[in-house]
Structure formats: structure tokens, C-alpha cells
């Protein structure tokens, strides 16, 4: 039995000395973690954080006094890349803070680019994060990486 607690323990140790470490970025309405190494611009209140050799990025838009109804909202994300998949590709859950939330995988052909978007939408506010990163990368530990960063996206309010 002590064996085994102590080969658990020095697993978790292990994993944790080899987890990638992260900064948070502190947007005015959330936060999300920025592994080390990665840049991060701020471009009139859209966020880019990327990669040094920029195969990819993670945007973050934020909008407020923004009048989209609920109805509309899945249009809207379609609309964005200009996708003829049907509204019922994008998923609607109630999120937190009171916020519904849609996810959304879309792969594009022409450009050889997967995105993932996830809209945090509660009143007249709107948070957009999408990730897009080329096919060729889209896997092991890029594709670990963007999701964890992704996955961290915190609403503050």
C-alpha cells in the first residue's frame, strides 16, 4: 500500500514539474492563461495570443450595448465563416454567471484551417473566443496547448 501512495505521489509531482507553465492575461471583463513562450497583442480590444512561430492563434473579442437577440445568435456565428452548416452544428448551453453559451468546430477547406469558437452571450454582452490553427499542427501538443488555453477563458463579472 505504501508503494503505492508513494509511486502516485511521484507521479503527480512529476506531471506538475512538467506542466507547461502560464501567465494570465487580465482583460477588462476576463481573464485566460498565456503558456510561456507565447506572445499576446492587443489590437483596439481584440486579443491575439499565439504561438512565436504563429501557426495559430486564440482571439478574444469582447462587445457590450451590443443589440443581438438570442434568436439570431446562431446565425450570427455562422455568418462568421461564411458556413453553410446548419444552426443545429452549434451547441447551446446555459453557462455561468448566467451567460449561454454556444460552441462551434468549423474546418476550413480552402485554407486549411480548423477553428473552434465558443460566444459567451447574457443581455447586450458578447465575449467571442475562437482558436484557429493551421491543419498540418492541429495535433499533439499544439493542439493540447490551444485547447488548455482555450479551456481557461474566465468571464469575470
Given amino acids: 500500500m505504501m508503494k503505492k ?6 507521479f503527480l509531482s512529476a506531471s506538475l514539474f512538467f506542466a507547461q507553465k502560464a501567465k494570465v492575461y487580465d482583460g477588462p471583463g476576463y481573464t485566460i492563461n498565456v503558456p510561456e513562450g507565447w506572445k499576446s497583442t492587443n489590437d483596439n480590444d481584440i486579443v ?3 504561438p512565436s512561430n504563429e501557426i495559430g492563434a486564440i482571439t478574444i473579442s469582447e462587445y457590450h450595448d ?3 437577440p438570442k ?4 446565425k ?3 455568418a462568421l465563416y461564411k458556413s453553410e452548416d446548419p444552426e443545429s452544428k452549434i451547441k447551446e ?12 468546430e468549423y474546418f476550413d477547406e480552402k485554407n486549411k ?3 473552434i469558437t465558443r460566444a459567451f452571450q447574457k443581455d447586450k454582452d458578447l ?5 484557429n490553427c493551421g491543419q498540418k499542427f492541429w495535433n499533439g501538443n499544439y493542439m493540447n496547448l490551444f485547447n488548455e488555453t482555450f479551456n481557461s477563458f474566465k468571464i469575470k463579472k
Avoid: C, D, H, Q
Fill in 76 to 78: 450570427f456565428i455562422l
Fill in 93 to 104: 448551453s446555459k453557462g455561468r454567471k448566467g451567460y449561454t453559451e454556444y460552441s462551434y
Fill in 66 to 68: 451590443l443589440n443581438l
Fill in 48 to 50: 491575439n495570443i499565439f
Fill in 5 to 10: 501512495i508513494v509511486l502516485v505521489s511521484a
Fill in 71 to 74: 434568436t439570431e445568435m446562431k
Fill in 127 to 131: 465575449y467571442l473566443v475562437s482558436i
Fill in 113 to 115: 484551417l480548423f477553428w
